[in-house]
């Protein structure tokens, strides 16, 4: 439904970019999970505008509070519900946008569908909401951790700048290491460099985010609609600003021949595995036990402070002018995103599993 989202860990998030606040509440938490505040803080500050010089200059402190579902450090099974005011809004920024529609925002779309819009910060529309989404995702990953499941994100490509290297190849301790949340430190410093002058241009540019989880149990997805590659599409194609979706081998896959894409199954320990695995760690919809990994690629940002033209409320061209504080290219504050639906998808699918008492995970 229409601010909702997921099964049976199911999140509600609300709140508008230049409002009171923005939160989430969580339904479907299972009870006794220890809520660990500085880890969703951490998570938090991860997400937060104003991080860096590379990201939107916005100040929020984003301090989170939890109202309620929590008790002594535990969760209660009652709905956790999260907060953050906001502290920051400059909304006379966008006072010139009250009749007029930035192209390739989303103002044009709202305004047709509701007949009445919030254009301060872009409002319901505006990325701000996405702090509900890491909120709720970081609980979310507090209870995978007591499974062994991790989840790790990456910048993995920004414009043309391609970090050819594969997961495997990387050391995912150190994405956190350098603003752009690219693991390769060469790299990195390439790509922050590259964004800086794009921002100085008055533009923006896109990028892809890489994301892996690993140990997730054989069995979790759902065989036939509700696939597992096809909800874990459908979280990422809710991010805002994003375009793209691909798993395991993705586009690159339809180049190779059966004989070289298939994933051969060997017998390690006890264990069944895959000696490859094209398949990005899900079959038939199912989590095969192998990692599973998948890209996300980010459009570059809508507004962009230079004149372009556009149309009004009343049909008539115009031209705005960019303003405001933005993000030159969204990549390095939305790795956490991606981690974080990542884990909501995760969870709903563990808990749907156990609900339907399948063979495994008992
Ligand atoms: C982390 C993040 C930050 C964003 N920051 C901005 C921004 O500063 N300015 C902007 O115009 N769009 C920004 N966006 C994108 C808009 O929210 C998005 O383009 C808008 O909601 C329209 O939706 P669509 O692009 O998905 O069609 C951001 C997106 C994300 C994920
Ligand atoms: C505030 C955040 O990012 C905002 C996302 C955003 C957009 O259009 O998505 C536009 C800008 O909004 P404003 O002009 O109101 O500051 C960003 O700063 C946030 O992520 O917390």
């Known amino acids: 439904m229409a601010n909702s989202y997921g099964n049976l860990f199911r999140i509600t998030t609300f709140g508008e970019s230049h409002g009171l606040a923005v939160g989430v509440v969580i339904d479907g938490c299972p009870a006794g999970i220890e809520i660990d505040l500085n880890f969703i803080q951490k998570e938090l500050d991860r997400r937060r505008p104003g991080q860096s010089a590379i990201v939107t200059q916005r100040k929020e402190s984003d301090q989170i509070q939890i109202l309620s579902g929590v008790f002594e450090g535990k969760s209660t099974g009652s709905p956790i519900a999260m907060l953050v005011w906001n502290e920051n809004a400059k909304s006379k920024d966008y006072t010139h946008l009250a009749e007029a529609f930035r ?3 989303a103002d044009f779309t709202y305004q047709m569908k509701y007949g009445i819009r919030d254009y301060r910060g872009g409002g319901r529309s505006s990325a701000r909401e996405t702090l509900a989404r890491v909120a709720a995702g970081a609980v979310a990953k507090l209870f995978l951790k007591r499974l062994g499941i991790e989840i790790q994100a990456y910048t993995s490509q920004i414009g043309e700048l391609i970090l050819q290297k594969s997961y ?16 390769d430190n060469e790299m990195a410093q390439k790509m922050i460099a590259y964004i800086k002058e794009i921002r100085k241009q008055g533009d923006t540019i896109g990028g892809v985010i890489t994301c892996v989880c690993k140990n997730v149990p054989v069995g979790l997805g759902e065989p036939v609609f509700d696939k597992l590659h096809a909800e874990l599409g459908k979280a990422m194609l809710s991010i805002n600003a994003v375009k793209g979706f691909e ?3 993705g586009f690159e896959g339809v180049k190779m021949k059966g004989s070289e894409h298939n994933d051969l199954f060997y017998k390690e320990n006890d264990k069944i595995r895959t000696k490859t695995n094209f398949s990005g760690g899900i079959q038939g919809g199912i989590s095969n036990g192998e990692d599973i990994y998948f890209r996300v690629a980010f459009k570059p940002v809508a ?7 556009s149309i009004n409320l009343q049909g008539e061209n115009i031209e705005i002018t960019g303003k405001g504080r933005h993000d030159p290219c969204v990549v390095p504050r939305a790795v956490p995103i991606v981690e974080a639906m990542a884990a909501i998808v995760l969870i709903d699918f563990y808990l749907i599993h156990k609900a339907l008492n399948n063979k495994y995970l008992q």
Do not use: A
């Open 103 to 105: 192209p390739s925002h």
């Open 168 to 183: 495997q190849e990387l050391d995912l301790s150190q994405v956190e290491n350098n603003e752009v949340r690219c693991p």
């Open 247 to 249: 798993y395991g081998s």
């Open 303 to 309: 507004t962009i402070m230079q004149n372009q033209e």
